[in-house]
T-cell receptor, first 117, second 116 residues
Framework: AQTVTQSQPEMSVQEAETVTLSCTYD???????LFWYKQPPSRQMILVIR??????QNATENRFSVNFQKAAKSFSLKISDSQLGDAAMYFC??????????????FGQGTILTVHP | GAVVSQHPSRVICKSGTSVKIECRSL??????MFWYRQFPKQSLMLMAT?????????EQGVEKDKFLINHASLTLSTLTVTSAHPEDSSFYIC????????????FGPGTRLTVT
């Protein structure tokens, strides 16, 4: 079974600064997807960014980018120019592309991000 | 596009009663929907996978007789918490995977269940 670990329960950042959230995972699969989700106080899960394992290029979405290290099984999220609206709980998630776990998401424990004005 | 709704958003019920939560994909068809449970400041725990027209697949440790899942159409899945107890109080979230599969899950806004 796959596992996802977020070792930072809480992080904080000053507005306009950059912060990096860590995520590691364990899998024996070679093909999979990785995601970062944001859960604001409303509790609605919002997709921030996704990465296909077969792609070497790191995904980028505006101020959000990832550092995907497949060999190290690491998938960190960098938020640049942090904004107050970025404050939320962030979850790293793994998705299988085959086998009995096809389609299921495995979530990390989450990181609560606080943004200070 | 890709909107998932849940109803109700909040529900309070008495211990021993049953409560039904609906999950709908509003603008796409979903053969597969997922049900999660989340406690405050914790991660999402997958409870079951709901497949249209077939029985749900439950994760280990989830009581299938207590959490009844029905996926009667390509846009609707329901979760019924039977004989609810205070320990069932939680935030329940559904997600849906569209046809064809674009490797994303679309999440509903969640339902807060309080059992008194």
């Amino acid at each position: 079974a796959q596992t996802v670990t977020q070792s930072q329960p809480e992080m904080s950042v000053q507005e306009a600064e950059t912060v990096t959230l860590s995520c590691t995972y364990d899998t024996s699969e070679s093909d999979y997807y990785l995601f970062w989700y944001k859960q604001p106080p409303s509790r609605q899960m919002i997709l921030v960014i996704r990465q296909e394992a077969y792609k070497q290029q790191n995904a980028t979405e505006n101020r959000f980018s990832v550092n995907f290290q497949k060999a190290a099984k690491s998938f960190s999220l960098k938020i640049s120019d942090s904004q107050l609206g970025d404050a939320a709980m962030y979850f790293c998630a793994y998705r299988s592309t085959g086998g009995t776990s096809y389609g299921k998401l495995t979530f990390g424990q989450g990181t609560i991000l606080t943004v200070h004005p | 596009g890709a909107v998932v709704s849940q109803h109700p958003s909040r529900v309070i019920c008495k211990s021993g009663t049953s409560v039904k939560i609906e999950c709908r994909s509003l603008d796409f068809q979903a053969t597969t929907m997922f049900w999660y449970r989340q406690f405050p400041k914790q991660s999402l725990m997958l409870m079951a996978t709901s497949n249209e027209g077939s029985k749900a697949t439950y994760e280990q440790g989830v009581e299938k007789d207590k959490f009844l899942i029905n996926h009667a159409s390509l846009t609707l899945s329901t979760l019924t918490v039977t004989s609810a107890h205070p320990e069932d109080s939680s935030f329940y979230i559904c997600s849906a995977r569209e046809i064809p599969d674009h490797y994303e899950q679309y999440f509903g806004p969640g339902t807060r269940l309080t059992v008194t």
